[in-house]
């Protein structure tokens, strides 16, 4: 629903599934396990959170985001050590 207002489109989404690394998995996360995926579409990266669906077979796109480089280390696998105000 905000894809819109981050100017990212269910292309870019699709396309950067197809090259993406798991970051941090969240097995307890309610309604589903869930896992933070570092994705690749061309020159673009993306963070995305998805679902992991076992009993359909799939999974679910929870968001999607740019990551902020002030958060994340160069290369936007590793979160930064300190909090930002």
């Known amino acids: 629903m905000r894809l819109g207002k981050r100017a990212i489109s269910s292309d870019s989404i699709l396309n950067s599934m197809?090259?993406?690394?798991?970051?941090?998995?969240?097995p307890k996360d309610f309604p589903l396990p869930s896992c933070l995926c570092l994705c690749f579409n061309n020159e673009e990266l993306l963070h995305c959170v998805i679902g992991l669906d076992r009993i359909d077979d799939n999974i679910r796109i929870i968001t999607v985001y740019r990551p902020d480089p002030l958060r994340w280390e160069e290369g936007f696998k590793k979160r930064r050590k300190y909090d930002l105000p």
């Open 18 to 26: 197809l090259k993406c690394e798991i970051l941090e998995e969240y």
